[in-house]
């Protein structure tokens, strides 16, 4: 009895937009060494790429880069206004899932995908689990906001990253049977990495000497409205006179850059250097080395705090309060004046609190996630 293979039980891994790719690789690798560490497990398991990103650079050299298996099926969403772009992979990905069957659709994050094959699974009434569950910016004027109290809503197994996100889904009437605190996968898939860095010449590449910072921006309150680009860009006129500013243009932003005032602005000044979205070991490899990062990203906030970087986060909120209370992130808001003061007080080095990695940071979140899903599914 003891030897008999378990029952299959096939998983979907959904993956949609450039930071889910980050996840998955932790997921795949976890799914890996557990299937050889146990051969006749029935665990399967298949990456879904709903197509919500698309270009080489934010999608296929992440496939590559993080040893991710190709896509089982790509559904070719591509981009359009949120509501057709969610409805569009809910309708291509439920007819996938009434064919296929799988055991449990896995989602991360929170973009429209994670939405969309949630949605799909409660609907068809398969299990769904959400890793990096129950983060909370309390701001529903953001998309992703949304994305995560929908999924959490409807999800049957919540993966966290950090206390505050159990206690965030409790106050929401969630089961707390259901919640798993079990560190972050992004984390995972950084300290696997980490080690390789030195290979990237992308300082050379940028013709980078001394001390410089990066920057990355791509939210909707940041750049869709050319004032709040504009306010960010005069503290950001005034720090590159100080340092040199390495730019990664998020191709959302660099259509709004593209012909604009704000675009004529930035390319007037000399210290900031735009380039083409980074691969994921030339980006680690910069952040690794920066004085400091300025962000409104959500999974740089979680790495700078791994790193030791110190990050500023141009947003009012942040749904990763963790980073800011243990870890080397400060909330700068979107107001210039503030950008710049605390700029200045890191740059100059002067009153930089002392920070540590969050607890369950360590590198085993997969594992974890892995060994919960195969006693609750059981495979
Ligand atoms: C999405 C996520 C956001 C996440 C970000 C990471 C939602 C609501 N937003 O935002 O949470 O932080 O991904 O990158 O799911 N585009 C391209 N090539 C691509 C992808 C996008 O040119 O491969 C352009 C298109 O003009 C598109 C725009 O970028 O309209 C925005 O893409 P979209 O996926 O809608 O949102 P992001 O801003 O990327």
């Given at each position: 009895m003891k030897n008999r293979p378990s029952p299959r039980k096939k998983i979907f891994l959904i993956g949609g937009a450039r930071p889910n790719f980050v996840k998955i690789a932790a997921l795949t690798r976890a799914f890996t060494s557990f299937k050889k560490a146990h051969p006749k497990s029935g665990l399967r398991w298949q990456v879904i790429h709903t197509g919500q990103h698309y270009d080489f650079l934010m999608v296929k050299s992440f496939f590559r880069d993080l040893d991710i298996?190709?896509?089982?099926?790509?559904?070719?969403?591509?981009?359009?206004p949120h509501g057709e772009q969610t409805a569009k992979i809910i309708s291509r990905f439920e007819k996938v899932v009434l064919h296929e069957k799988p055991d449990l659709i896995l989602v991360v994050g929170d973009v429209n995908s994670t939405l969309a094959c949630s949605l799909v699974g409660v609907k068809v009434g398969i299990p769904v689990a959400h890793v990096e569950?129950?983060?909370?910016?309390?701001?529903?004027?953001?998309p992703e906001e949304i994305n995560r109290r929908v999924t959490d809503a409807v999800a049957d197994y919540l993966f966290t990253t950090c206390r505050d996100a159990d206690r965030n889904l409790i106050k929401e009437g969630?089961?707390?049977?259901?919640i798993f605190f079990v560190g972050n996968v992004m984390v995972d898939t950084l300290l696997v990495n980490l080690p390789k860095v030195?290979?990237?010449n992308i300082r050379k590449r940028l013709g980078l000497g001394g001390d410089y910072a990066v920057l990355t921006l791509h939210r909707p309150s940041n750049v869709d409205q050319e004032n709040d680009f504009m306010e960010i860009l005069k503290a950001l006129e005034h720090i590159q006179r100080c340092i040199t500013i390495i730019f990664p243009v998020h191709p959302r932003t660099a259509r709004r850059i593209k012909g604009s005032a704000v675009g004529e602005k930035m390319l007037g000044l000399q210290n900031i250097k735009l380039t083409s979205p980074l691969r994921y070991l030339d980006f680690i490899a910069l952040v690794n080395g920066a004085k400091l990062v300025l962000t409104d990203s959500g999974g740089i906030q979680e790495e700078t705090t791994m790193l030791g970087v110190p990050c500023l986060t141009l947003?009012?909120?942040?749904?990763?309060p963790v980073t800011i209370n243990q870890g080397?992130?400060?909330?700068?808001?979107?107001e210039s004046g503030n950008i710049i003061r605390l700029a200045d007080k890191i740059l100059s080095r002067k009153g930089i609190k002392k920070f540590k990695k969050p607890t369950r940071w360590d590198g085993r979140a997969a594992d974890r996630i892995v060994q919960v899903l195969s006693k609750k599914i059981g495979f």
């Open positions: 298996p190709s896509p089982y099926i790509d559904l070719n969403v591509g981009s359009s569950s129950g983060l909370r910016s309390f701001d529903r004027t953001m969630i089961d707390p049977k259901s030195h290979c990237s947003r009012d909120n942040t749904e990763r080397s992130n400060f909330l700068a808001g979107r």
